[in-house]
């Protein structure tokens, strides 16, 4: 059987298995209606396909029109410090404006082999710092209103955190990643693409080249991450509407507040800040104003917050994406390493916080 008959089969099971998770909830969850399904389910799917989709057509379009440096320009002094190229320093930039752009970027550029594996691990850590920023906008006008100053050292704390473990991943590079393989081999490549050019420019033109390889490459590309994503993140669409990550959630953070911090108010603050976001703030400025917790205790309290909800907010969120875009297996390595440095990153900087305040 050819691979393209697989890949459209394997297609069809995904759609078929996808179809039968929703059909089953809505029978039996009442917690799950269409309306429910097309909201929460239907639009954000079709929002992740379309920018892991935009991500990988962007990236053929970078590479085939030959803006890979122009792209980078911006982050290639760090990139080419640790000697990770143009390619990841585009993903780098892109990651401001979307996160699953910028890993559809890299899934594209190590399927074409033109980043290793190493590469991509380090670009993904790194890709961290720019995701801290799309969503600064958004969290800053809620925090700040609610707790203050708190909250302010909250988000310092927070920053310092994803620019120490950004500034290793690039120091890593740095230190273990050889030039040879990396730079000397993109240069190699930029002269060779320059030589096909010209025979090209014989017979077609650019523009119609890089076209005939998106045709052959984007939709292949595509549907495999389809196949993944539509049943991942259809299950934890419906164990989130059934409360099942709320509940491990609380369960994981109760657990821990009664071995490390049994303060029935900061207990409070950490309780909900896993079950939601905004709640977890509001709680906090509410007993910060009460006079019944300080700002240093709000602060600890917060970042305990943050690290107790990041299993299931894991889970919840980023799953779905990491496994559909890279695969099952690479995605969870991503995912679950990428966290735990970022976790230990914020217990290094609060500990660092607790000791100086």
């Known amino acids: 059987m050819k691979t393209r008959d697989i890949k459209y089969k394997n297609l069809g099971i995904s759609i078929i298995f996808t179809l039968a998770c929703i059909v089953f909830s809505l029978y ?16 954000p799917l079709f929002r992740l396909i379309f920018f892991i989709s935009i991500g990988l057509l962007a990236g053929q379009l970078i590479e085939g029109l030959g803006w890979t440096k122009q792209v980078a320009i911006l982050a290639r002094p760090f990139f080419a410090f640790s000697n990770l190229g143009n390619r990841c320093s585009a993903a780098f930039t892109t990651a ?4 699953a752009a910028a890993n559809a970027m890299l899934l594209d550029f190590y399927k074409d082999k033109k980043i290793s594996k190493i590469q991509l691990f380090l670009s993904n850590y790194i890709n ?12 800053v006008f ?17 920053f310092l955190a994803t620019l120490f473990r950004t500034i290793c991943f690039l120091v890593f590079g740095s230190l273990f990643l050889k030039p040879d393989q990396n730079l000397e081999k ?26 005939i390889k ?3 490459k984007l939709p292949k590309r595509i549907i495999n991450i389809i196949i993944w994503v539509l049943p991942i993140y259809t299950i934890v669409f419906i164990l989130n509407s059934n409360g099942v990550f709320d509940y491990l959630n609380q369960s994981l953070a109760g657990a821990v507040t009664l071995t490390i911090m049994p303060v029935e108010s900061l207990s409070v603050v950490i309780l909900s800040f896993a079950a939601e976001f905004t709640s977890g703030f509001a ?49 969870l390595q991503l995912l679950l390493s990428g966290q735990l440095f970022r976790v230990l990153s914020i217990i290094l900087m609060g500990i660092f916080y607790y000791i100086l305040a």
Do not use: W
């Open 28 to 43: 039996y969850f009442e917690s799950i209606t269409l309306g429910i399904c097309l909201k929460k389910l239907g639009i």
């Open 186 to 211: 993109e240069d190699n490549y930029i002269l060779s693409a320059q030589k096909k050019k010209k025979i090209e420019k014989e017979t077609k033109t650019d523009l119609t080249s890089i076209i």
């Open 128 to 139: 961290q710092f720019p995701a801290f920023f799309l969503h600064l906008p958004t969290t």
């Open 214 to 216: 998106i045709k052959s």
């Open 283 to 331: 709680a906090a400025g509410a007993l910060m104003d009460a006079g019944v917790i300080t700002i240093k205790q709000t602060v600890i309290a917060l970042l305990l917050g943050n690290i107790l909800a990041f299993p299931v907010r894991a889970l919840r969120h980023q799953l779905p994406r990491y496994m559909g875009i890279f695969s099952p297996k690479m995605g």
């Open 142 to 158: 809620i925090v700040l209103p609610l707790t203050g100053f708190a909250g302010a050292l909250y988000f310092i704390i927070t």
């Open 96 to 99: 401001f404006i979307s996160g």
